[in-house]
């Protein structure tokens, strides 16, 4: 009988660690799923006992004491079953062939709006690269005109089951057929145009409705948009993440819109009607007499629609009134004739007041 040493390629003061690691490594190599010649197997028996001996400690002594473990007896798995387990499947029920039928990955797409779009919602018609189902063989990953044949390895269960002798006595093992991969058929003749995948790369359209009031990091899930599964399995989901562009005029908070809108002081001091062009069309705002910088202008139901539930937000409008930095010798004139018919005071301090930029920031956001 070869020494069991030499069998797992260690030294005699090898530790256990190093007897475990020899063995599953000779185990992968020679496994009669993966090495089916009769030299391999042999090789395979000797492996297993060699390893059943030295990796007890009591068995290991004798061995070593020139002591007979009670001969070699074909292989056992000697009560190390876990390990096989881990690497074979052993001790595991059968539980029928896989299924080619996958479902398949979700997707996430990026997509940008601009601020406009955002207040009614709009309609895209997206350009993806994704996996669908073949049109040669609609999935069944076979050419046209055939279908998979049973394997005739494990006759259709995915399985092959070996009866095996251990110190425990005759223990049955589990493994996936290594024939058919487990899925208990072969497709003798694969789909020339997916190469037996049931689904193939293309560019598919995918209309998309983005809802009203969506804001930057929304994720929208379209249901059953995302990749086509393996062998005609189900579709992923394909997921929208949406942002939304800034505007040069308007900004957002909530569902509010908010602008600021610059006034000439003569219009500030007299009152005018200005026309505001806001994204949904125009609007009227009357700017009465005195008219503050600062103010802010609220036209109810000119903002953004809820995302969730009816109604819209509000537009928010700040007025700026111009101060202006060169005038004509005439506007000049003007000018020092008001200040002197309202008699002008010279500056003086008066109570405290926010800049205009933190004043508009607090009344805009309440």
């Known amino acids: 009988m070869a020494d069991h040493y030499e069998v797992l390629g260690v030294s005699r003061d090898a530790t256990p660690d190093e007897i475990k690691k020899a063995y599953r490594r000779l185990a992968r190599e020679l496994h009669p799923d993966v090495n089916p010649g009769a030299e391999a197997s042999e090789r395979f028996k000797q492996v297993t006992h060699a390893y059943d001996v030295l990796s007890d400690p ?11 473990q009670g001969g070699f007896s074909g292989a056992g798995f000697g009560g190390f079953g876990d390990i096989f387990e881990t690497f074979f499947g052993a001790g595991q029920a059968s539980r029928g062939p896989r299924s080619r039928r996958e479902r398949g990955q979700d ?12 207040i009614f919602g709009t309609h895209r018609d997206l350009e993806v690269d994704t996996a669908v189902t073949c049109e040669t063989c609609h999935g069944s990953c076979c050419q046209p005109g055939t279908s998979p044949v049973t394997c005739d390895i494990c006759g259709g ?44 790369r293309a560019r598919r359209t995918v209309p998309v409705d983005v809802p009203a009031g969506v804001d930057t990091g929304v994720r929208l899930q379209m249901p059953g948009s995302g990749e086509a599964g393996p062998a005609g399995g189900p579709n992923g989901d394909l997921y929208l993440e949406v942002k939304v562009r800034n505007h ?3 900004s957002r908070n909530g569902d509010d819109l908010l602008c600021t809108l610059e006034v000439q002081m003569t219009d500030a001091v ?23 910088s600062g103010e802010i202008l609220t036209v109810k139901d000119r903002g953004i629609t809820h995302l969730r539930g009816g109604g819209r937000g509000d537009l928010k409008v700040a007025v700026h009134v111009v101060t202006p930095t060169k005038l004509s010798h005439k506007e000049r004139e003007l000018v020092q004739q008001l200040a002197k018919v309202r008699k002008a005071q010279p500056p003086q301090l008066g109570h405290f007041q926010q800049g205009l930029f933190a004043r508009l920031r607090d009344r805009f956001l309440g």
């Open 58 to 68: 009591k068995q290991r002594q004798q061995y070593d004491l020139g002591g007979d």
């Open 107 to 118: 997707a996430l797409i990026r997509l940008e709006v601009s601020l406009d779009e955002v």
């Open 157 to 200: 269960s995915g399985h092959i089951q070996r009866s095996v002798r251990s110190l425990l006595g005759n223990v049955m093992t589990s493994s996936p057929c290594g024939s058919c991969r487990g899925y208990g058929t072969i497709i003798a003749t694969p789909c020339v145009t997916c190469q037996g995948q049931g689904r193939v």
């Open 248 to 250: 040069d005029v308007f």
């Open 270 to 292: 007299l009152g005018t009607t200005a026309k505001v062009e806001a994204l949904d069309g125009d609007v009227d705002l009357e700017l009465k007499a005195g008219v503050q």
